[in-house]
């Protein structure tokens, strides 16, 4: 796969994969990402960087469990090390503030900060503060994530996203946070990528805690959300200046015929994918086609619950990868029918901007209530190597330059487009992936923990400078 993407790369952008423009990413003038307020930052996730899962009192997440068991991780890798951010965090954050990054978005890890009885644990938290202290200091503005996959163990033994119970827990995990650290958090997101924890960890099981029925992934997600809307109000009355949102990953999906079969299996692969977070968050349902695809699956609602999860957004955080082509299944969903001869990053997934684009304007169509948005992911994985302490990640410039064309291009269509975070700042544990999939724009070699800035931070950390000697 790695061989087949980089010829149709270079066939794509020879100017690019040959190192022969003096600089590759620079948007042109007319772009917004010249604007000074258009926020370019950065981002990761605890369990994917911090390591240190051991230590101060920290609990076992639903992914320490996971990844402990034999084929459910590529390599048997676990985050038990990861970046060691946890103790290399002091120069984690000299290194993003050196590239002019203006935004950090990170998460707490739950079972850091909380015992099994909901006591605070203040090593735990402590370690946040100084962190978040810190960013603040060099002028980081900073995005806080509050559930980025890594559930305490506690809870799933008690059944996790199905038990509705954890809703509440998690709004008493949102009071604690908020409290200890208003002041510190320029915005909170509460969820990321509800998605992905209900479908991918309930029913398909490729994720944590590796559970498989489609009426499971339903109702964990009406908890997911529920949690969500469960934690806006809280976190308002614990810190009013700052910015509350939650973060939904977004897939485009295209018909493989014109036939109105796959065009409608196109349609369900986004009710799938984008509606069923979407619509309950703005329009106070679940879109009524998910239960077309997933018959019976309706999940338990109770009175009250859509009124909570649909309260009014500051933000909302966009998380876009790849593009699905579909068609129909013969039955009443869709199968994925790879396009051939197209460009693909390591993980496999087809490089596809206009899908951005597109989802991002048609989204301003249909919620009339859409509020600004942040890219709060964007980015690709590559077998990136560090050759003469260089990194050359040719494929990733591209990639990003026209992601970020993308962005432009629905900001002048209207949307409200407010900033873009590139995932990841560095390379890390990418869940079932382990460390073979390479993500960051800074090269992490896991044998030494020494990192090495790649080529494609070094032109944003040039733009930036740019951007700021124009202002
Ligand atoms: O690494 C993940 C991240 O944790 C959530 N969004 C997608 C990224 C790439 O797969």
């Not at 002028?139 to 890594?150: A, E, N, S």
Request: hydrophobic share 40%; aromatic share 10%.
């Amino acid at each position: 796969m790695a061989n087949d993407a980089s010829a149709v790369f270079d066939t794509l952008s020879p100017a690019v994969s040959k190192g022969s423009l003096a600089d590759p990413f620079t948007p042109p003038a007319d772009s917004s990402l010249w604007r000074k307020n258009f926020l370019l930052g950065a981002a990761t996730a605890s369990y994917q960087i911090e390591g240190a899962v051991n230590e101060d009192g920290r609990l076992p997440s639903i992914w320490d469990t996971f990844s402990a068991i034999p084929g459910k991780v590529l390599a048997g890798d676990t985050g038990a090390v990861a970046c060691d951010h946890y103790h290399r965090w002091e120069a984690d954050v000299e290194m993003l503030a050196s590239l002019g990054l203006e935004g950090y978005r990170l998460s707490i890890a739950w079972p850091r900060v909380m015992d099994a009885a909901g006591a605070p644990n203040r090593k735990g938290i402590d370690f946040y503060k100084r962190l978040l202290n810190r960013l603040k200091e060099k002028g980081i503005t900073t995005f806080v994530t509050l559930y980025h996959w890594d559930l305490p163990q506690h809870l799933e033994d008690r059944g996790g996203w199905l038990n509705r119970d954890t809703a509440y827990r998690f709004a008493d995990y949102a009071d604690l946070m908020s409290c200890e650290l208003a002041g510190t958090v320029d915005a909170w997101t509460t969820l990321n990528e509800p998605w992905c924890s209900a479908y991918l960890g309930y029913g398909n099981g490729h994720h944590a805690p590796g559970l498989a029925n489609d009426r499971f992934a339903t109702q964990a997600m009406h908890h997911l959300l529920l949690a969500h809307g469960l934690a806006v109000p809280v976190l308002r009355a614990n810190d009013p200046a700052s910015q509350k949102g939650i973060v939904a990953n977004i897939g485009r999906g295209t018909a493989n015929s014109d036939s109105a079969a796959d065009q409608r299996a196109a349609h369900l692969f986004e009710v799938q994918h984008n509606a069923w977070i979407l619509d309950p968050l703005l329009k106070g349902s679940y879109p009524q086609d998910l239960f077309e695809l997933w018959p019976g699956t309706e999940p338990l609602v109770l009175d009250g619950d859509m009124e909570t999860i649909s309260a009014p957004l500051d933000f909302l955080g966009i998380n876009y990868y790849f593009r699905t082509n579909v068609a129909s299944d013969g039955a009443h969903g869709f199968r994925d029918v790879p396009l051939e001869g197209v460009e693909r990053t390591q993980m496999g997934w087809e490089v596809y901007p206009d899908g951005l684009r597109d989802l991002l304007i048609g989204f301003k169509e249909t919620y009339h209530n859409l509020p600004p948005i942040y890219i709060t992911e964007n980015g690709m994985a590559s077998d990136d190597e560090v050759t003469d302490g260089r990194v050359e990640d040719t494929q990733r410039i591209s990639f990003l330059k026209r992601h970020l064309a993308a962005v432009d291009q629905a900001i002048k269509a209207g949307v409200d487009i407010r900033g873009y975070f590139l995932w990841s700042l560095m390379d890390n544990f990418e869940w079932a992936f382990g460390y073979e999939r390479r993500f960051g724009v800074v090269h992490v070699d896991y044998s030494t923990q020494k990192r090495t800035i790649k080529r494609s931070a070094e032109l944003v950390e040039k733009f930036l400078q740019e951007r700021k000697a124009k202002a």
